[in-house]
Structure formats: C-alpha cells, structure tokens
C-alpha cells in the first residue's frame, strides 16, 4: 500500500508559479510509475504529467508542455510538480497517483485573472 498527500496549492495570480508536492508512505515509490492529473470545476478529471519509475522520462498534456515540470526525489519519497506561467484554466483540484493505483486526496489550485 502506498498513501499519497499532496500540498503546496494555493491562490495564485495569472502567471504566477506553484510548486505542488506530493509525499508518499508505506512503501518506496522507486517503482511507481508517477502521475499529477486534475480535475476543474464541472469537468472530468484529466491527466497532466507523468515521470517514468525506470528512466525518470517525462510526459505532459500539451496544455501544461513548457510551463509544468514534473520531478522525483526517491530518497526522499517525494513527487513534485512545477507549476510556471498558470493560467485560469490551470484552476482545479490536482491529484499525485502512483502507476493509477494509489490516489492522494488532491490540493486545490485556483489561479485568478
């Protein structure tokens, strides 16, 4: 079992940055295959960005490529998601995943114009 919390949300100006993250226990996420997703208001949750277990390679939604960075510190069992140039519609409730398995409860972005 893996138990995920994650932080770092806020209210942010249009532009502004964040630095979610995203703390796990119970097991090492070493060979977790990590994932931020999101869910705006009256949408469906949708994925942002992924950081492989095996090479730390990276993919993001095109909506986010550029301004979001995702990262992992294993020794520190920590999964972090650099937020740069937010948008309004960067507004929702984001979510740390372990391989789809194991979900954190989320922390809430709302980015203001």
């Known amino acids: 079992q893996v138990q995920l919390v994650e932080s770092g949300g806020g209210l942010v100006q249009a532009g502004g940055s964040l630095r979610l993250s995203c703390a796990a226990s119970g097991r090492s996420i070493s060979m977790y295959t990590m994932k931020w997703f999101r869910r705006a208001p009256g949408k469906e949750r949708e994925f942002v960005a992924y950081?492989?277990?095996?090479?730390?390679?990276?993919g993001y939604t095109d909506s986010v490529k550029g301004r979001f960075t995702i990262s992992r510190d294993n020794a520190k069992n920590m999964v972090y998601l650099d937020m740069n140039s937010l948008k309004v519609d960067d507004t929702a409730v984001y979510y740390c995943?372990?391989?789809?398995?194991?979900w954190g409860p989320g922390t809430h972005v709302t980015v203001s114009s």
């Open positions: 995943a372990a391989d789809n398995n194991y």
């Open positions: 950081i492989n277990w095996r090479d730390d390679s990276t």
